[in-house]
């Protein structure tokens, strides 16, 4: 299915940005099969596309995600090759996150639990609606989180709190997901996609190179040694000042203007 006509997502190009809606409300936006493949369809639209500086991830009607549709999985007739495939789609839709050059912002408007809380932890920023609230039920129905949760939640709130939500399922709201650090920021509701269109735009304004080296760095760190990540930090600002945008940062600074970054 093509990108630009998805059935499960609506897609929108504002500038910039592509705010990229989960449009499934009547299911609370859970998911299926073919949204995880459409999504990743837009993610690689986005990734490929070098208008496009960030993308926004938010939900259509009163729930950002609340995870797989059980509906549809108590109706599938799967083989276990089938069910490890749709296992594996949560996965990389979360990878893809993660690994996208590009700032991904997750725009909490309501419920995000399970595969929703896990794809808004893998994005780089979290940015909540008051009321929403955010959870990982796994254990109150027999399984286990996916999409990196168990290794980026702990980096976000620290391995004491991390350890509480994982373990009792429980939910927070915005206000608490801002305090404990998995929200970058909080706001009432009728001014939530606002804030989640002014960072992006902010995101959008820096240079893409920079930003796409910075964000592969900052992923990885916990993971490299020192000596790696002064090595790799060092190969990364000398790719930067190969750049036209290097020598734009130069001039703009020394002419006292806003640059006017390429991407190249």
Known sequence: MSPASP??????????????????PHRLNAVV???????????????????????????????????????????AKRTLYQRRR???????????????????????NGYALGAGAEMAVAC???????????????????TCVGGGVSKLLPQLVGLNMARQLLYTGRRIDGHEAARIGLATS???????????????ESLSRQAPVSIAMLKRLVNQGSDTGLESQLQQELDA???????????EGVDAFAEKRTPRFQGH
């Open 7 to 24: 059935e499960t997502l609506i897609i929108d190009r504002q500038e910039a940005v592509m705010e990229i809606r989960f449009n499934r």
């Open 237 to 247: 600002v000398f790719t930067c000042s190969t750049t036209a945008d290097w020598q």
């Open 186 to 200: 909080c706001h009432a509701a009728e001014r939530l996609m606002q804030q989640a269109h002014e960072l992006a």
């Open 124 to 142: 780089d920023f979290i940015v909540m609606a008051e009321e929403a609230q955010i959870g990982f039920p796994e254990t109150s129905i027999g």
């Open 86 to 108: 749709y296992l594996q789609l949560g996965n990389d839709v979360c990878e893809a996150i993660l690994r996208h050059p590009k700032p991904v912002i997750a725009a909490v």
């Open 33 to 75: 099969e073919a949204f995880y493949g459409e999504l990743l369809a837009a993610l690689a639209e986005a990734k490929a596309d070098p208008e496009v500086r960030c993308v926004i991830l938010t939900g259509e009607g009163r729930a950002f995600c609340v995870g797989a549709d059980m509906k549809e999985h108590g109706g």
